[in-house]
Structures are given as C-alpha cells and as structure tokens.
C-alpha cells in the first residue's frame, strides 16, 4: 500500500553531545521551551508506553503536567489500563514527537505515585466539568454506550451540586524518573543526530553519548 504522501527531508540544526547540558531535565525543558516559541500544537502531549500483565506493551497519549528535578508527571485514574499496568509493572516509556521542528524526545524509567497533597492539589485547579468527569468515568471499562456516562455524570451533578468536587481516591498523580533520555534532531538525507542520556550506574550522573540514526 502506498500511503501518498511526499517524503520529507529534514533540515534542522545540529546536535552534539558537547553542546548539551549536563542534566536531561535542564536539556528537556530547554527543548519544551523552543518547542512552545515554535508553535508546536499540545508540545506537552506524549505516548505513554507500558507493559500489561500479558508481557505484551500498549501505548497511548498522555499530557505531561509537570516537570521537576524528580521526573516528568502526569495524573490519570489509577484504575485504568495504564494505572493497573504501572501498579503491576513500574516503569515506562515516553515519547514526544515536536516534528515540525524536527525534534523528539524519548523517556524511559521508573514510575511512582505522586504524594497525595500534589494530586490533590492539581485536582483542585481542574476545570470543574474535568473533576465531575473524574468520578462519572471507569477508565478503561467496558461500558454498554454513551448513556452510561451521561447518567454517571448527571449522578456525580447531583452529588457535587454546589459544593466542591474532590479529588477521588482512584485518581492522581505519577512521576516518571528518568534513567534513560534521548533527544532526536532531524538532519538532511536521514542521517539525524541523536543523543542519549544514561545513568552512569547507581551515581547521580549521566553519561551522554551519540548514537548513530
């Protein structure tokens, strides 16, 4: 099958492990940031990558809500595919595709909730309709069609009528802590720089190095 579609060549700028900062979160946010000033559409989006009791991996978007000296975070409801799967299996891949500057990023570590006081926190700047869909949802289940959700939402109306929607318990946060980061630079006839960080064994530095495209 032909898809159609022209083939691009890339012409973005450089990339060497010599021009990058010693720390991935610093080199990531730097990257965010240029991808925000470019107008890239949702830069905060990403594929969250994990793995099922089954072995077999399964990936989907997630937005990216935070980002400090711990990891990368995101908040979703603990009883979802994706909550069952880190709760089982800790540790996942992320990957940002910013490919109107020709750039992406892939992360992949270790994954734990965040303290409550921070999803609770973040729940609470949530769009009121977004916390109320938070409790009508089952994420993940199969459910026999729409009207299931309207009656779950109208339910949670009723319930939170002119009060304040809480933060349920089945819903919060996760920090991803990188052990691995790689930036990827689109070059001109596909040979694209690519440098990766690695946890230089159980000490708090990195090892950068380029990999070939």
Do not use: C
Request: aromatic share 10%; charged share 30%.
């Amino acid at each position: 099958m032909t898809l159609g579609v022209e083939r691009e060549d890339y012409g973005g700028g450089s990339l060497d492990p010599a021009d990058v900062h010693p720390d991935p979160i610093v080199q990531f946010r730097a990257w965010f940031a240029d991808a925000v000033q470019s107008g890239v559409g949702q830069p905060e989006a990403m594929t969250l990558a994990t793995v099922g009791p089954d072995g077999r991996p399964t990936s989907r978007y997630v937005l990216l809500r935070g980002v400090d000296e711990r990891g990368l975070q995101f908040f979703t409801n603990y009883d979802s595919d994706k909550g069952r799967h880190l709760a089982e299996r800790p540790y996942a891949a992320l990957t940002f595709g910013w490919l109107p500057i020709h750039r992406s990023v892939r992360v992949e570590g270790p994954v734990e909730r965040l303290p409550e006081a921070e999803s609770d926190a973040y729940f609470e700047g949530r769009p009121r309709e977004a916390r109320l869909g938070a409790w009508a949802s089952p994420q993940s289940a199969v459910i026999a069609g729409r009207d299931d959700l309207e009656r779950a939402l109208a339910q949670a109306q009723e319930r939170f009528a002119g009060g304040d929607v809480p933060r349920p318990a089945h819903w919060g946060g996760f920090v991803l802590r990188p052990e691995r980061l790689e930036l990827w630079q689109g070059r001109a006839g596909r040979l694209h720089d690519r440098v990766r960080y690695e946890r230089d064994g159980d000490a708090d530095g990195w090892r950068i190095e380029r990999l070939a495209p």
